[in-house]
């Protein structure tokens, strides 16, 4: 198997809207989240998101553009352009025929079709773009970056709800091994605060209603928790065969050693209350990488701020790696960023990526109160950012419909 690193990074969150914006987002202990400016929210049970701030997408594209495209696509493009340019890439250089895209999105153009719907009833006779459905559809994210920059290896998109993005990273670092690419543009993005988004998730009951105090609303671990906050943005990372990225003198960041997926089997949306798939993927995910439990040094939780998922991923954690559990570092960076749905597992990678880094774990911020269902003994990395050394990283992320994801990194030797 050939191996394969990571050799471009590109983040747009309510925290940061670049790579080093993020990065000090989320080692500062910020949050981003507010009151929503979308839209207006008084009628709404849940009146606040982790909303993009000061974002201008005519800063990245013409505005004829833009119009044409939703923004979960904007964020896409605009996550590609950071990460090509922060690797160096000169596309004269390589072969464009073994250089491909892998996007998710857990829903896609959700904006393009509620305002095409809303503006179809103000006809007699209903009118919709010629636009609705090339804007909508999950898969044109990978098609737009392809055709920017003339990509002609593998393309495609991966839907697993908020696992979606790290399926496709999991599935370009299995391409890469494989042998057939060498290179691959693959990330996520959402953009689902809009009212049927909010209107959606507040009616299963799995939006916080914390309305008095946003920022202090995603809270995971917390006893008060109540929900987890909707976030936009996307992360973007270029994977590439190690030799090939040497060989063109490329920084790397770090090295994807193994990774894992499972299904819990058990409910739509809730988790297996013990933790069974998030167990199983993390043994899968540290037998293909050929490394023990005692081996990773921080866990980037999916950790969501919910009353049963946060509870579930720590026995799960225990479960895995037994006595071991005690010497992570374990944080949920949704405690800043909100939970960004399909785009969720990029920017939680890049996230492990920083700590490596900065040889640093990003904080669980908003912690207030010790949940007797949770081990008070786990490192949770509670309120501030923590220095260690930092080997190995691994990332859970899991999905509405029982999808599980393990990714694991390591720092190039």
């Known amino acids: 198997m050939r191996r394969v690193v990571i050799t471009g990074l590109g983040a747009l969150t309510p925290i940061g809207n670049t790579l080093t914006?993020?990065?000090?987002?989320?080692f500062e202990g910020k949050s981003g989240a507010g009151r929503i400016t979308k839209f207006d929210p008084e009628n709404f049970k849940t009146q606040?998101?982790?909303?993009l701030k000061a974002f201008n997408v005519e800063d990245h594209m013409h505005r004829r553009e833009a119009r044409r495209i939703d923004p979960f696509s904007q964020y896409a493009l605009v996550v590609a352009e950071e990460a090509m340019q922060d690797s160096g890439i000169d596309l004269e250089k390589v072969d464009l025929d073994r250089f491909g895209v892998i996007w998710g999105s857990g829903i896609g153009g959700f904006e393009t079709i509620e305002q095409d719907i809303e503006a179809s009833t103000t006809y007699d006779v209903p009118r919709y773009s010629p636009f609705l459905i090339p804007k909508l559809i999950a898969d044109i994210a990978p098609g737009h970056i392809s055709i920017k920059y003339g990509l002609r290896g593998i393309n495609y998109a991966t839907v697993s709800a908020c696992a979606s993005s790290s399926h496709a990273l999991i599935n370009a670092f299995d391409y890469i091994r494989w042998g057939r690419a060498d290179i691959i543009i693959s990330g996520g993005s959402e953009a689902a605060i809009t009212k049927a988004g909010v209107g959606g998730f507040s009616s299963m009951?799995?939006?916080?209603?914390?309305n008095d105090d946003p920022q202090a609303a995603s809270r995971p671990f917390d006893k008060e928790r109540d929900g987890f906050v909707l976030g936009e943005g996307a992360g973007s990372l270029i994977l590439e065969e190690y030799e090939h990225a040497k060989a063109r003198g490329a920084k790397m960041y770090a090295e994807v050693i193994g990774v894992g997926m499972s299904a819990d089997a058990h409910h739509i949306t809730a988790p297996h209350p013990?933790?069974?798939g998030a167990s199983n993927v993390m043994k899968y995910a540290l037998a293909d990488a050929k490394i023990n439990p005692s081996d990773v040094d921080y866990i980037n939780v999916h950790g969501t701020s919910t009353p049963l998922g946060d509870i579930a991923e720590t026995k799960a954690i225990k479960s895995v790696f037994g006595d071991n559990a005690y010497d992570?570092?374990?944080s949920s960076t949704k405690s800043m960023t909100g939970h960004l749905l399909g785009a969720a597992g990029a920017i939680e990678t890049i996230a492990g990526i920083l700590a490596l880094q900065k040889?640093?774990?990003?904080?669980?911020?908003?912690?207030?109160?010790d949940d007797p269902d949770i081990d008070s003994k786990l490192n949770l990395t509670f309120n501030q950012t923590q220095e260690r050394k930092v080997e190995t990283i691994l990332s859970n992320t899991f999905g509405f419909g029982g999808h599980n994801t393990t990714i694991i990194l390591t720092k190039v030797k």
């Open 48 to 51: 606040f998101a982790c909303e």
């Open 359 to 369: 040889q640093a774990i990003p904080p669980t911020i908003n912690h207030h109160t």
């Open 205 to 210: 009951k799995a939006l916080s209603q914390r």
């Open 328 to 330: 992570l570092n374990i």
């Open 274 to 276: 013990e933790g069974l």
């Open 21 to 26: 914006e993020y990065a000090n987002g989320l």
